[in-house]
Nanobody, 122 residues
Framework: QVQLVEAGGGLVQAGGSLRLSCAASGIISSMNRMGWYRQPPGKQRELVATVTDGGITNYPDSVKGRFTISRDNAKNTVYLQMNSLKPEDTAVYYC????????????????WGQGTQVTVSS
């Protein structure tokens, strides 16, 4: 089974930067996406960024132009470079890896990391 381990969270002032990493301990099959979701205090988990093994990225408007996702397929590692951080970026950030394949309504696999705290002060 695959385990995802995040690193790089911490406390930063508004306008600063952080770089998160997520390493997968097992083998992730081809036709997959890896990415980041976040959960602010008292709110629902939301998309931050995803990237497929083919290099296709997806960002919500809230982070476009500020965050950049990248991955090293050989190392099974995904990164999130966060620039121009805002207090509203404060959340627990979770790494995610999932198959692009859905069969009979069920995604073939999906894995979650334990999360890493990002706190942006005013």
């Amino acid at each position: 089974q695959v385990q995802l381990v995040e690193a790089g969270g911490g406390l930063v002032q508004a306008g600063g930067s952080l770089r998160l990493s997520c390493a997968a301990s097992g083998i992730i099959s081809s036709m997959n996406r890896m990415g980041w979701y976040r959960q602010p205090p008292g709110k629902q988990r939301e998309l931050v960024a995803t990237v497929t093994d083919g290099g296709i990225t997806n960002y919500p408007d809230s982070v476009k132009g500020r965050f950049t996702i990248s991955r090293d397929n050989a190392k099974n590692t995904v990164y999130l470079q966060m620039n121009s951080l805002k207090p509203e970026d404060t959340a627990v950030y979770y790494c995610n890896a999932a198959s692009l394949w859905v069969v009979n309504g069920k995604r073939q696999y999906e894995y979650w990391g334990q999360g890493t705290q990002v706190t942006v002060s005013s």
